[in-house]
């Protein structure tokens, strides 16, 4: 062998060896990284294995009903078909909106709505794209199913409000989360679920009308596609909540007002439980639980007559000759007048050594009047002598007996107190004193004194239940969906106020003589005995003739708010009653007679019908196996046993 190949051969052996050598290495490094990914990392990479294979779905709760006092549905669920996205699941998130556009009805709103709540979710939970798909929408999409990973119709349940636009200030309505929802709300307390209550009993009693959400641990495939169940934790139906309400009085009550603007409240007088809240115009609640367009809001907005305003809750509105019952009562108490004690009406008041005129409503006067016909006539000049008399503190205190000024305490969100104005109150808000003829005047419910319907309420409950000062309520009770197991949520006995009973009586027998000799006796009639007081709070200020005679406004707006407020029956009184008509000009025209509505259909004895009875539905088919299928209105659910500015004038 010539020198040559020894070199080469040398050459070749130390390169095979380095070869091996560095094989050696290598597979000493793959060994070590095996090991380590093995041993030390197999927990870690072991879960996101799991993770992989085992998505958590989120299973809604079904929201409780509402229903009212005699069980009859105010709000119930309905099962409907929505188009679902999983993001994490959607290669191409644009690709896949436009390609369900172009096969469903998507509207640019679903799709920016779909967007805007895209970024309000985790990326593994469903987001709504479209909802209530029709049988032949959810066919279509089916046979595309396989061109879009991460898209699903799912089966969920819709809040439905069945009577439409009835109630609906009473009930509010459920919405979608929005982004002001979410920073107050626990993420997994509203697991799987878009809705919220927004506003009436729907937010007043949310979280017992939600339930709580469960879960279930699934297997899914690559694709994304559930395998099968591996665990499940169910989740707790919302509570039914069962109302106060009657919704044959809430009826009468809308019917009664009709397309006026206006609100009335109907009170158990002994409980406070509410039979009737109602504030007119309304909404329909159905309007707003997929979302409500952006058309459609801003004309409810735009609105003239305020339908999205809570009249009876939020409303306030000077009480007008509503509150001379309750002056002539702290003139009574106070000792300033006895029930006889006679007040000459020459059809104005002066006070001493000034020449300004508070003019009654009657020009002429109304002669000499007592405590009782004063409230019968409703005699101003009677209660600007009451009210110089009793000096705007005393006349403050004795009032605020009755709550005016003060939030009833209802289990609704949003109450106003009203105002019950006093020399201090002043002094804080316009830092000024009090004036003589501020006082005049807040003895016929002018001036600064403002109160709501509701408060006009209990304030005649307690001249009815003899001074006890009920707390409203329209919650009843709660009745849990599995077990049917009740909750009572009726209000604690009401506090009892001290006052005379003597002088309640007279202010009783006044109110009595308005309906059966003075101010209301166009509601006299019926079975049912009724007590009122008519009352009317100017809007903008009289005009008078020459003769002083006022001059009625012609405009719309300008004319004054009707109110009324009733008691009944007379000889033990059950339900009291406020009403306000906005506009509505005289309170025996506008507002006695949706009272006495009221009234009858709470009290009054219904007539029998003397139309022969018709078959119904399936049976006028023919088909007289069949069961008759009530209307809407009067579906029930079956509940277990009952368990434990300077004015002057009026009507």
């Not at 069980?71 to 191409?92: H, S, W």
């Not at 297997?219 to 909540?241: C, F, K, M, T, W």
């Not at 709470?602 to 008759?628: C, D, F, H, I, R």
Request: with cysteine.
């Amino acid at each position: 062998m010539n020198l040559q190949n020894e070199r080469d051969l040398r050459r070749f052996s130390v390169r095979v060896t380095q070869a091996f050598i560095g094989l050696l290495i290598l597979t000493a490094l793959l060994l070590t990284r095996l090991s380590y990914l093995q041993v030390v990392q197999h927990e870690h990479y072991s879960t996101l294995s799991t993770q992989n294979r085992i998505a958590v779905v989120p299973i809604p709760p079904t929201r409780g009903l509402i229903l009212d006092r005699k069980g009859r549905i105010l709000a119930e669920n309905r099962p409907m078909y929505t188009l679902e996205l999983v993001t994490e699941r959607v290669p191409d998130l644009d690709r896949t909106l436009q390609g369900l556009q172009r096969l469903l009805p998507i509207s640019a709103d679903d799709v920016k709505s779909f967007r805007r709540n895209v970024k309000r979710k985790r990326a593994f939970e469903g987001v709504v794209l479209r909802s209530d798909l029709s049988d032949e929408e959810v066919g279509t999409f089916a046979i595309h199913r396989h061109e879009f990973p991460g898209v699903a119709v799912n089966a969920r349940l819709r809040r439905i409000y069945p009577h439409g636009m009835l109630a609906s200030h009473l009930l509010g309505y459920v919405g979608r989360l929005n982004g002001q929802d979410l920073k107050r709300i626990n993420p997994d307390e509203y697991a799987g679920l878009d809705y919220i209550g927004k506003d009436g009993v729907e937010k007043a009693y949310e979280s017992l009308l939600r339930g709580q959400a469960g879960y279930k641990q699934v297997e899914i495939n690559s694709h994304g596609r559930v395998i099968r169940d591996l665990d499940v934790v169910p989740a707790v139906p919302g509570q039914n909540l069962v109302l106060s309400i009657d919704l044959d009085v809430q009826r009468a009550a809308e019917t009664a007002i009709g397309e006026r603007q206006g609100a009335a409240v109907a009170m158990d007088t002994e409980t406070g439980e509410l039979l009737a809240l109602a504030s007119m115009p309304g909404y329909d609640p159905n309007w707003f639980v997929d979302g409500i367009s952006n058309g459609l809001w801003n004309a409810l907005q735009k609105d003239p007559y305020h339908p999205m305003t809570n009249r009876f809750l939020r409303g306030m509105f000077p009480p007008g000759s509503t509150l001379k019952p309750f002056v002539a009562m702290a003139g009574l108490e106070t000792g300033v007048v006895t029930p006889e004690t006679p007040i000459y009406c020459p059809g104005y008041f002066r006070l001493p050594g000034k020449s300004h005129k508070y003019h009654c409503w009657k020009h002429g006067g109304h002669g000499n009047e007592d405590a009782r016909s004063a409230i019968a006539q409703s005699c101003d000049v009677y209660f600007y002598t009451v009210a110089m008399n009793l000096g705007i503190q005393r006349m403050h205190d004795s009032l605020q007996q009755f709550g005016f000024g003060q939030k009833t305490g209802i289990d609704l969100l949003g109450e106003k107190s009203g105002l019950l104005p006093s020399p201090d109150w002043k002094r804080k808000r316009f830092k000024q004193i009090w004036y003589p003829g501020e006082t005049v005047i807040a003895g016929i419910g002018q001036g600064y004194m403002l109160t709501t319907p509701l408060q006009l309420a209990r304030a005649t409950a307690m001249v009815a239940n003899g001074g006890v000062a009920v707390q409203p309520r329209v919650g009843r009770f709660l009745q849990d969906q599995a077990s049917g197991r009740r909750q009572s949520l009726l209000a604690r006995p009401g506090q009892v106020q001290h006052m005379s009973q003597r002088d309640l009586q007279v202010v009783r027998e006044g109110m009595e003589l308005v309906v059966t000799g003075g101010t209301a006796t166009n509601i006299n009639r019926g079975a049912v005995t009724i007590a009122g007081k008519t009352g009317s709070a100017q809007v903008a200020g009289l005009r008078r003739d020459a003769s002083g005679r006022a001059i009625n406004h012609t405009a719309e707006e300008l004319k004054d708010h009707a109110l009324f407020i009733a008691y009944a029956p007379v000889e033990q009184p059950r339900i009291a009653v406020s009403v306000i008509i906005e506009h509505g000009a005289h309170g025996n025209t506008a507002a006695a007679p949706v009272a006495r509505t009221i009234v009858d259909a709470y009290l009054a004895p219904p007539v029998p019908s003397l139309a022969p009875k018709m078959p119904l539905t399936a049976q006028a088919a023919g088909n007289p196996a069949a069961e008759p299928v009530p209307p809407a209105d009067n579906r029930r659910v079956v509940l277990p046993s009952t368990g434990p500015a300077p004015l002057a004038g009026d009507e």
